[in-house]
């Protein structure tokens, strides 16, 4: 069974361009997460789909960065324009449907991560 | 407001040694669960445990333990015997029950020399 796979694995691109990361969940998973880390820091989580609705998208730093999930299958994140500070990995994950609390505890398959450079 | 710190940012040990990689967690929920990933080289995060608040017991699996103390909010990774395959960087993240992300600490770099 293929896991979660994210493309490109490595991206570099000027200040003030566009930039669009994609990401494969698992068949059958429902629930698709977007994280990142910048260097330094802690890996944050940024939002949260259940099939193809945003269930969560409290993490997303500013109104440049547009994630959809049409269909409910694969995800892309856009980051328009790209900043300087937006360098960093981006993880994609995905788990199994469940409710709130139950699924609480499913194991999320994180991809390979799409590691970001803004020059 | 949830938090994991994870103290030691690197550890160097030799091949063969035990080493132990710290994890403390903050939150106010009473029901939450911890997790263990580990990061290779190749970059994807690699679960290795999943922890609910309710079950204390410490756990084996092969050369890997993980002791939970909701009483000092740890949960403790030890590597018994590691080998240089063990060299990556761990992270320690938790998981409220209504929540829907994981909050991960900053990460342990390990290196294992042979």
Redesign the interface.
């Known amino acids: 069974e293929a896991?979660?796979t994210q493309f490109p694995?490595h991206s570099v691109i000027e200040k003030g361009q566009t930039v669009t990361l994609r990401c494969d969940p698992i068949s059958g998973h429902d629930?698709l997460?977007w994280?990142r880390r910048v260097m330094g820091?802690?890996?944050?989580?940024l939002l949260?789909f259940v099939k193809e609705s945003k269930?969560?998208e409290s993490?997303m730093p500013n109104n440049r960065f547009l994630a959809e999930r049409t269909g409910g299958t694969y995800s892309t994140l856009k980051v328009q324009p790209a900043e300087l500070e937006d360098s960093g990995?981006y993880?994609c994950?995905s788990s199994q449907e469940g409710g709130?609390?139950e699924w609480?505890?499913t194991?999320?398959?994180?991809?390979?991560?799409t590691?970001l450079t803004v020059v | 407001a949830q938090k994991?710190t994870q103290a030691q940012t690197e550890i160097s040990v030799v091949e063969k040694e035990d080493v132990t990689l710290d994890c403390v967690y903050e939150t106010r929920d009473t029901?939450y669960?911890l997790f263990w990933?580990k990061q290779p080289p190749?970059?994807?995060?690699?679960?290795l445990i999943?922890r609910?608040s309710f079950d204390e017991q410490n756990e084996i699996s092969g050369r890997y333990s993980w002791n939970f103390q909701k009483s000092t909010s740890s949960f403790n990774f030890t590597i018994t015997a590691s080998q240089v395959v063990d060299s990556a960087v761990y992270?320690c993240?938790l998981?409220?029950?209504?929540?829907?992300?994981?909050?991960?600490?900053?990460?342990t770099r390990l290196m294992v020399k042979p």
């Open positions: 896991g979660v694995s629930n997460y994280y820091k802690e890996i944050k989580f949260h269930q969560d993490g990995v993880f994950a709130t609390g609480a505890g194991e999320a398959f994180f991809g390979q991560g590691r | 994991v029901t669960y990933y190749s970059g994807e995060l690699v679960f999943r609910n992270f993240a998981m409220g029950y209504a929540g829907n992300m994981l909050t991960f600490g900053g990460g």
